[in-house]
Nanobody, 124 residues
Framework: EVQLVESGGGLVQAGGSLRLSCEVS????????IGWYRRAPGKAREGVSC????????YYADSVKGRFSISTDNAKNTVYLQMNSTKREDTAVYYC?????????????????WGQGTQVTVSS
């Protein structure tokens, strides 16, 4: 059974930092790129970032490029999202997911499993 447990969300002031974690089980962690998505109130799910475990290639949405950083700890089957210089528009529920289907990392149809998410709220 695939399980994804996101944590680390919370309330942060604009300009502040948070580090999200996602522990992955039920799949061979090193075999799949792992992505972070978010869903803001009233909006569609949006791809934030993705990392390829094999070569460590990282991809970012334009809206977070230069502010967010994705990384993995293969020994812990965990992927992280370091969020710096946060903005109010970063407020959302953040999800991680293994990219189990062929397709662009930014397309939600490339992911077959989703966790419960962790809420991030950025205040002004």
């Amino acid at each position: 059974e695939v399980q994804l447990v996101e944590s680390g969300g919370g309330l942060v002031q604009a300009g502040g930092s948070l580090r999200l974690s996602c522990e992955v089980s039920g799949v061979t962690f090193e075999d799949y790129p792992i992505g972070w998505y978010r869903r803001a109130p009233g909006k569609a799910r949006e791809g934030v970032s993705c990392i390829t475990n094999g070569d460590g290639s990282a991809y970012y949405a334009d809206s977070v490029k230069g502010r967010f950083s994705i990384s993995t700890d293969n020994a812990k089957n965990t992927v992280y999202l370091q969020m710096n210089s946060t903005k109010r528009e970063d407020t959302a529920v953040y999800y991680c997911a293994p990219k189990t289907y062929i397709g662009s990392w930014i397309s939600s149809t490339s992911y077959g499993y989703w966790g419960q998410g962790t809420q991030v709220t950025v205040s002004s």
